[in-house]
């Protein structure tokens, strides 16, 4: 058993478990940082990092496996794509617990062999489920959606570990996904500023962001 314990929780415990590992981890950082999406924000939270802490890691995969499970179920998709590049080894032990066919999503179109944005099997038709690290303009994640469309895959869900409420899940909405994530940014920040693991004025910073979408 991940010293994190079971993943089998309540809503609430397994939301304190996540920031848990994001204090240990140190994943959460203050100061001034440009996104992929060429915004500039305050704060970094970089999950890259839980990989290399094995209980986590093993942690936060059985959280994401337990919540597809209850949420969306594992009739409604056939397959499970990871976003690059952080979403990638979290969808690939999703996949492997799931017993589902694992493919995942190039950052630029490969310009030799097959010349696809898609690596792995993909069918006309079927059902791909997104899965990524975090949200935060939803762009990653579209773009993911429309290169898996374009190749005859069907994508209506996409999980994530947190949601930086920063517009993502709506403008996922418009293209007609739904988004799933097992711990808001605010919720986040509300844990670990009880937990001591951060200050007021970093709560506030958080929260501020979120309000600016």
Do not use: W
């Not at 058993?1 to 959460?28: F, N, P, W």
């Not at 994401?64 to 397959?79: A, M, P």
């Amino acid at each position: 058993m991940s010293d994190y314990g079971s993943a089998h929780e309540s809503k609430e415990s397994v939301q304190r478990k996540i920031c848990q590992i994001l204090k240990k981890t140190s994943a959460l950082e203050f100061g001034t940082f440009k996104l992929s999406s060429g915004r500039v924000t305050p704060y970094y939270v970089d999950l890259r990092v839980i990989p290399s802490f094995p209980d986590a890691f093993r942690a936060v995969s059985d959280i994401f496996v337990d919540i597809i499970k209850e949420d969306l179920g594992t009739n409604n998709f056939e397959r499970v794509a990871g976003i690059p590049t952080a979403g990638i080894p979290f969808a690939s032990l999703i996949a492997y617990h799931l017993k589902k066919p694992f493919i995942y999503i190039r950052q630029q179109l490969r310009l030799r062999g097959r010349e696809r944005l898609v690596e792995g099997v993909l069918m006309p038709g079927d059902r791909v489920l997104l899965v990524d690290d975090l949200v935060t303009t939803g762009l990653s994640l579209k773009k993911a959606a429309l290169a898996v469309r374009a190749e005859g895959g069907v994508v209506s869900d996409a999980f994530v570990l947190l949601d930086r409420e920063e517009s993502g899940k709506e403008r996922l909405a418009k293209i007609g996904i739904n988004l799933h994530c097992v711990l808001k940014m605010s919720q986040a920040a509300r844990n670990l500023y009880e937990m001591e693991a951060i200050e007021e004025d970093q709560l506030k910073t958080i929260l501020n962001q979120a309000k600016r979408r």
